[in-house]
């Protein structure tokens, strides 16, 4: 799995320029975003973790996912995206998160299609939630790696945004 050097050293400047932190918490990309930091120049200087929570009971308990609401959206909604980066935020204490939640491989509760959505959080508030939608005979490992792929541009841009407003 080889990602964009430049990409992953542009974030890495980014991060460590502004002197932020980021959390990571993961479901259809399943620690592919985490590796994707982990391989940034001085990921220890800006990286606090992150957290793969494939299941519902794992999103519950671990980033207070309501269980409700999960169970009637198979945990894949933009809400439930959103409570995830912000709730990770809080658990690693970091200004930035990143959470993706979603389908690589087409099944019933997905409609037989192949989704995902990502949201970013930036000191306590949502900055961006996105829906991502792939070809259904997307292969499930390219789908995780296409997610991160375009999840790490629009973060990218993202900080580009914010950043520059500072």
């Known amino acids: 799995m080889e990602f964009q050097k430049n990409l992953l050293e542009y974030i890495s400047h980014c991060l460590m320029t502004a002197d932020e932190t980021i959390s ?6 399943s620690g592919c975003l985490q590796l994707a930091f982990s391989q940034m120049p001085n990921a220890s200087m800006f990286y606090n973790g992150g957290i793969t929570a494939y299941t519902l009971p794992e999103k519950v308990k ?3 996912v309501n269980k409700k609401e999960a169970e009637e959206c198979d945990c894949v909604s933009e809400n439930i995206a959103e ?3 912000l709730n990770v935020a809080s658990l690693f204490e ?7 939640t ?3 491989t ?14 970013f959080s930036y000191k306590g508030e949502i900055i961006l ?14 789908a995780q790696l ?3 792929e375009f999840i790490l541009g629009c973060f990218k841009s993202e900080l580009n945004r914010l950043l520059i407003l500072k």
């Not at 970091?94 to 993706?100: A, G, H, L, N, P």
């Open 94 to 100: 970091t200004d930035w998160s990143i959470s993706t």
């Open 146 to 148: 296409y997610y991160t």
């Open 83 to 85: 409570t995830m980066a």
């Open 62 to 64: 671990l980033l207070k």
């Open 24 to 29: 990571i918490a993961e479901s259809v990309t």
């Open 106 to 119: 087409p099944i019933r509760n997905s409609a037989y299609k192949i989704f995902a959505y990502f949201s």
């Open 129 to 142: 939630t996105k829906k991502l939608e792939l070809h259904p005979k997307t292969q499930a490992l390219n």
């Open 102 to 104: 979603g389908y690589c």
